[in-house]
């Protein structure tokens, strides 16, 4: 399954909803299993679910595992809560995803896509374009 493909259809549904910024963003993590109410921590520190298994991800920020879909949406749903700099503190010292891993980078564009999202920088319809773009080995 191209993962990477599914993660941008999925955001391109959300996107349609027409929710707030922040709703969005909550609800892309429910794609790695992370839910909304005040369980999510424990959904996140869990590690979530794979509900898109697979690949199609850039080697810059594949992992050779089937799990990248998860990880950004599950990077993501953390980042909307407690914001970017704790984020990358977690990413870093407790997963050890350091910048120089496929996994480091992977979290860092979940970053940037949360910054970049909440600011208005990144409209929410173009939000599935932006990780086609970003973190799908094949563009469309």
Known sequence: MDACAALADSIARLAERGYSNRRFLKELGRIAGVRRGPLWLFDAAGGG?????????????????????RHFAGTVAVT???????????????????????????SEEAIEFVR????????????????RRRLCHATT
């Open 116 to 131: 970049a999202i909440r600011s208005g920088e990144l409209a929410q319809a173009d939000a599935s374009g932006w990780v």
């Open 80 to 106: 909307v809560r407690i914001g970017g700099r704790l984020a990358r503190w977690l990413t870093v010292t407790v997963l050890r995803d350091t910048p120089d891993t496929a996994d480091g980078r992977l």
């Open 49 to 69: 679910r794979n509900r898109l298994r697979g690949r199609g991800f850039r080697l810059a920020v594949d992992d050779d595992t089937d799990g990248q879909a």
